[in-house]
T-cell receptor, first 110, second 115 residues
Framework: RKEVEQDPGPFNVPEGATVAFNCTYSNSASQSFFWYRQDCRKEPKLLMSVYSSGNEDGRFTAQLNRASQYISLLIRDSKLSDSATYLCVVNGGGGFKTIFGAGTRLFVKA | ETGVTQSPTHLIKTRGQQVTLRCSSQSGHNTVSWYQQALGQGPQFIFQYYREEENGRGNFPPRFSGLQFPNYSSELNVNALELDDSALYLC??????????????FGEGSRLTVL
C-alpha cells in the first residue's frame, strides 16, 4: 500500500464547477499535512496547509480527518487558471521525510 | 522565484555513468531534501539533510548518495546510472526537520536523461 494515495484523475470540469480531491495516508503517526500545486513542467508550490479544524483560503477549503487518515481539498467556482496537478503531502510520522501522493490532474475548461 | 537554484537544468548520460546534481538552498534554510519525479508521477522522496547530516531516507538504493555543505547547499550523486533513473530531480529547502518542517521551497529541477 502506498503511504499517500490520491484520486487517480484526471478531473475535467467546466469553469465555475466545484471539484473535490481526496487523499488517504497510511501512517497514523503523521503530523503535518499540505496540498501543493504543480503546473505543467514546473516545480511544486505550496497551496495550503491542512489542519484538523479545517481551513479555508478564498475558493479553497482543506479538511483533515485524523481518525480516518483522510485529507480533502475542495475548489469552488473553478477558474481556467486552476488547471494543474494537485499533490497531497504528508510529513512526520516517525521519520524525517515528506511524502507526496502521485497527484491528481485537474483540467478546467471554458 | 523561490531562491532555490539547481544545476544543471538538463543533462544526458549513458548507462553506468555517474552524475552529480547541485542545489543552493534559500537563504536561512537549514534543511534540504531531494526528490525524484518520473513523468506523470508525484515526487518520490530520496533523502533529507539537516545541518550537514542525512536524517531521513526513502526507498532508494545506496548508489543514490548526497552531501550537505556548511552553507546548506547540497549535492545529489547517482552512481552506475540505469535507464530508470531518467527523471526530474527536485531539490527543496525548508526550515526545521521532521514534523516541524515548514513549507518546502523547490528549485526548478534537473532533468536527467539516461541513454
Amino acid at each position: 500500500r502506498k503511504e499517500v494515495e490520491q484520486d487517480p484523475g484526471p478531473f475535467n470540469v467546466p469553469e465555475g464547477a466545484t471539484v473535490a480531491f481526496n487523499c488517504t495516508y497510511s501512517n497514523s503517526a503523521s503530523q503535518s499535512f499540505f496540498w501543493y500545486r504543480q503546473d505543467c513542467r514546473k516545480e511544486p508550490k505550496l497551496l495550503m496547509s491542512v489542519y484538523s479544524s479545517g481551513n479555508e483560503d478564498g475558493r479553497f477549503t482543506a479538511q483533515l480527518n485524523r481518525a480516518s487518515q483522510y485529507i480533502s481539498l475542495l475548489i469552488r467556482d473553478s477558474k481556467l487558471s486552476d488547471s494543474a496537478t494537485y499533490l497531497c503531502v504528508v510529513n512526520g510520522g516517525g521519520g524525517f521525510k515528506t511524502i507526496f501522493g502521485a497527484g491528481t490532474r485537474l483540467f478546467v475548461k471554458a | 522565484e523561490t531562491g532555490v537554484t539547481q544545476s544543471p537544468t538538463h543533462l544526458i548520460k549513458t548507462r553506468g555513468q555517474q552524475v552529480t546534481l547541485r542545489c543552493s538552498s534559500q537563504s536561512g534554510h537549514n534543511t534540504v531534501s531531494w526528490y525524484q519525479q518520473a513523468l506523470g508521477q508525484g515526487p518520490q522522496f530520496i533523502f533529507q539533510y539537516y545541518r550537514e547530516e542525512e536524517n531521513g531516507r526513502g526507498n532508494f538504493p545506496p548508489r543514490f548518495s548526497g552531501l550537505q555543505f556548511p552553507n546548506y547547499s547540497s549535492e545529489l550523486n547517482v552512481n552506475a546510472l540505469e535507464l530508470d533513473d531518467s527523471a526530474l530531480y527536485l531539490c527543496a529547502s525548508s526550515l526545521g526537520q521532521g514534523a516541524n518542517t515548514g513549507e518546502l521551497f523547490f528549485g526548478e529541477g534537473s532533468r536527467l536523461t539516461v541513454l
